[in-house]
């Protein structure tokens, strides 16, 4: 018999860690025509949660994901990972009881529909619940031995990152420094780019390094050392010139950065960690050719080839820890932290 009620984290408002919170008798989501109803098995913590209970997307006035109008309550969570158990039309039966991974970004009508998409856990309910109802065509089937908890590391990060490799066209024997390393998307890029053949430069804060010695990284730099002066990194690197930067952190650094790359390097960005304002000799992006390149989520295509590297075993889980459903809010607090290397993960 159909539940009416489940267990699931509310965010009631923007704000700290007390706007979340935990409930039992949160109304059981019904999956529409074109939807299906999963039962969640997992559910990754991203930094995007955490910008959007803050509000941080706005610009002056408070904002989820999509900068538009947010509606509260809302249950956050972007990487699920479970079984469908209903779906919202008799065309989709034969889809119960597929383990999925869910791409959280909804699209918009149009050739990709990025630009106008919306995303689970901000402009629609989200993962951190027992049940989520997502789009059809966003639960991508998986067979692998992995765990829930396991494959709730991939979704968001590696999306991102695969959208900002291709974004900078990213090719086999090019040397690649990337920023932020030991997190989501800076991990998920190391190795990301590592399957393509480039050649990884990692900057991490000290500590976190171990964990990258498996991933065959070219070079490890540590964050307290590179100062952003360009010879304290080629210092580091040799003889190797930057063809490209893969940046989620931005801030202060940028202008650094940018006397590394090479004539006629690439700078892809998709985050400001440290910081969205940045400061910059603009001299330096004409005269040696530069090209500054955005990225933001992925297409449908790419999500789908993140789910196929995974089943193949080509993509690593790097899960540094999981917290039960009520502990949700220090589980943004530790990710807050950064003290941890990869992902953590709600079990629900």
Not at 42 to 53: I, L
Not at 298 to 315: D, P, S
Request: proline share 4%; glycine share 12%.
């Amino acid at each position: 018999m159909r539940s009416e009620t489940m267990r699931a984290m509310l965010l009631t408002g923007f704000g700290g860690p007390e706007m979340l919170v935990y409930r039992d008798d949160v109304a059981m989501p019904v999956p529409g025509p074109e939807e299906v109803l999963i039962r969640v098995g997992a559910c990754g913590v991203n930094n995007t949660d955490v910008w959007t209970r803050e509000g941080a997307y706005g610009s002056g006035e408070k904002a989820g994901w999509a900068s538009g109008a947010f509606e509260f309550p809302r249950i956050q969570g972007a990487d699920s990972v479970g079984t469908i158990i209903e779906v919202g039309h008799d065309s989709l039966r034969s889809r119960v009881g597929q383990r999925v991974m869910v791409n959280p970004t909804v699209y918009a009508p149009g050739d990709d529909g990025l630009f106008d998409a919306t995303y689970l856990g901000s402009e629609r309910d989200g993962g951190f619940a027992q049940f989520v109802c997502v789009p059809n065509g966003n639960a991508h089937a998986i067979e692998s031995p992995l765990s829930d908890a396991e494959l709730a590391t991939f979704m968001t990060s590696y999306l991102t990152a695969e959208h900002m490799l291709n974004r900078a066209e990213v090719e086999a024997e090019e040397t690649i420094l990337i920023t932020g390393a030991s997190g989501g998307v800076g991990s998920a890029l190391v190795q990301l780019a590592s399957t393509r053949g480039a050649h990884v430069l990692a900057v991490v804060g000290r500590g976190k390094e171990a964990p990258l010695a498996g991933f065959g990284v070219a070079g490890i730099l540590f964050r307290d050392e590179l100062d952003c002066r360009p010879e304290t990194i080629q210092a580091r690197i040799g003889n190797r010139k930057v063809d490209v930067i893969a940046d989620i952190v931005g801030g202060a650094q940028v202008a650094g950065l940018l006397n590394v790359l090479r004539v006629g390097g690439r700078y892809v960005t998709a985050g400001a960690i440290a910081g969205k304002d940045v400061e910059l000799d603009w001299r330096k992006i004409y005269l040696k050719h530069l090209t500054l390149l955005g990225s933001t989520m992925g297409t449908q295509v790419e999500a789908k080839r993140i789910v196929e590297y995974v089943a193949t075993g080509r993509l690593k889980p790097l899960l540094s820890a999981t917290y039960p459903l009520k502990e949700l809010a220090r589980a943004q607090m530790d990710f807050k932290l950064k003290k941890h290397f990869g992902k953590l993960v709600i079990i629900p």
